[in-house]
C-alpha cells in the first residue's frame, strides 16, 4: 500500500526534511520531492525501532527508474546529482515482516543551504571581520543542528532500549515469584502427604 502523494516542504533555512514515521508490517511508504536538474540530494535515515532494526529502502527517479535499493538494513546515507528533474520518489519497505512494526527516521537534504552573505565575487571589497564572524557562526549552528538530529535520535534508540530492557527485567521477576510461589505451595503438599502416609502407616501398624 503506498501513501498518497505528499510534497515534502523546505525548512526555513535550507530545502531539508526531518520526519520519523511507523512504517506497518507487510507495506511500503513513499515520499516524494521535487528535484531540479544538476541539484545535489542527499538521504540519510535509520531505523530507530522495530524488530531487527532492518527496512528496504529504495530511490525512483521521475521516470521511474531505480537509483538506489537496499534491502533489509539498519542505516545508511545515499547521496546524488539529479540528472532530470522531476519528482523523485523516497520509499521504505516492510513487506518481508509478519507483525512488527517498525519506526523509521530520515533526513533529506535537496540543494545546498544560501549562504548567510554574498560571496565575495559579488561585493566590491572584502569580507569585514564582523561578517566573517557571522559566517563562522552561520556553518557553525548548522553543524551544530545536524548534530542535535542525531543526538534526538540515539536518544529515541537509547529510550526504547532502556524501555525494553525494563519490560524485560519485569517479565523476568514476575516468572521467577510465580515459580519460587508454585516451588513453595509444591513442597509444602509432598511434605503434608508424606507425614500424612507415616501418619496412615502408624495407625495401621497399631491396630
Known amino acids: 500500500m503506498f501513501l ?3 510534497m515534502l516542504l523546505p525548512s526555513v533555512f535550507a530545502n ?3 520526519l520519523t514515521f511507523e512504517l506497518p508490517d507487510k507495506e511500503i511508504q513513499c515520499f516524494y520531492e521535487e528535484v531540479q536538474k544538476d541539484v545535489k540530494y542527499t538521504l540519510v535515515f535509520q531505523v530507530v525501532a522495530g524488530g531487527h532494526y532492518d527496512v528496504d529502502c529504495f530511490i525512483e527517479d521521475p521516470l521511474r527508474r531505480m537509483i538506489y535499493r537496499k534491502h533489509k538494513i539498519r542505516h545508511d546515507t545515499f547521496g546524488a546529482t539529479a540528472e532530470i528533474p522531476g519528482v523523485y520518489r523516497f520509499c521504505f519497505g516492510n513487506q518481508f515482516s509478519t507483525f512488527t512494526h517498525k519506526k523509521i527516521y530520515f533526513h533529506l537534504e ?5 549562504p548567510a552573505l554574498p560571496s565575495v565575487e559579488d561585493k566590491d571589497s572584502a569580507l569585514t571581520q ?3 564572524s557571522c559566517t ?3 556553518y557553525a549552528l548548522r553543524s ?3 548534530l542535535q538530529a542525531q543526538q534526538r535520535v540515539q536518544a529515541s534508540i537509547d529510550r526504547i532500549h532502556a ?3 525494563s519490560t524485560h527485567i519485569i517479565y523476568w521477576a ?3 515469584t510465580i515459580i519460587l510461589f508454585l516451588v513453595t505451595v509444591g513442597q509444602v503438599i509432598i511434605l503434608k502427604r508424606f507425614f500424612t502416609e507415616k501418619r496412615a502407616q502408624a495407625s495401621v501398624a497399631t491396630t
Not at 535537496?110 to 544560501?114: D, K, M, T, Y
Open 163 to 165: 524501555e525494553d530492557i
Open 136 to 138: 563562522t557562526i552561520h
Open 110 to 114: 535537496v540543494g545546498e543551504a544560501p
Open 16 to 18: 531539508t526534511t526531518d
Open 130 to 132: 564582523l561578517e566573517s
Open 4 to 6: 498518497p502523494f505528499l
Open 174 to 176: 514476575s516468572s521467577e
Open 144 to 146: 551544530v543542528v545536524r
